[in-house]
């Protein structure tokens, strides 16, 4: 019974957290789809532990923030405000938008997250 609970406890332990990013809905606008399952969406990093995750996504969230306020990357944050579809007019901007968006909606997700493995 020590032996299982050693066991229990040292997979546990190596237990990988996904920092992903999700995939672009189907609309043809901005919006990135955050309801599909994260088997669709893509690895960011990898991370030993939920609390790097954590550190890791608050700080990207914040550096995202602070760049969408500098002047040069305001029609980006417009752009994220009106859910902007893509035309041949804008399409690099919308494509620079939704990176800024993606960042902003990336979760820390479990290596044993069943939704993982569902396709």
């Known amino acids: ?17 996904y920092l992903m990013v999700p995939p672009v809905g189907k609309t043809g606008h901005l919006n990135l789809n955050v309801a599909a399952p994260y088997s669709l969406w893509r690895t960011y990093r990898i991370y030993d532990t939920k609390k790097q995750c954590d550190v890791e996504q608050i700080a990207i969230v914040e550096k995202v923030n602070a760049l969408l306020r500098e002047p040069e990357n305001k029609r980006y944050a417009d752009l994220i405000k009106k859910d902007a579809i893509s035309t041949p007019q804008n399409s690099t901007d919308v494509l620079n938008a939704r990176g800024f968006l993606g960042s902003l909606l990336a979760r820390c997700v479990s290596a044993d997250d069943p939704g993982l493995k569902s396709k």
């Not at 299982?4 to 957290?17: E, G, K, M, P, Q």
């Open 1 to 17: 019974m020590v032996r299982d609970c050693v066991r229990h406890a040292a997979s546990f332990a190596a237990l990988a957290w």
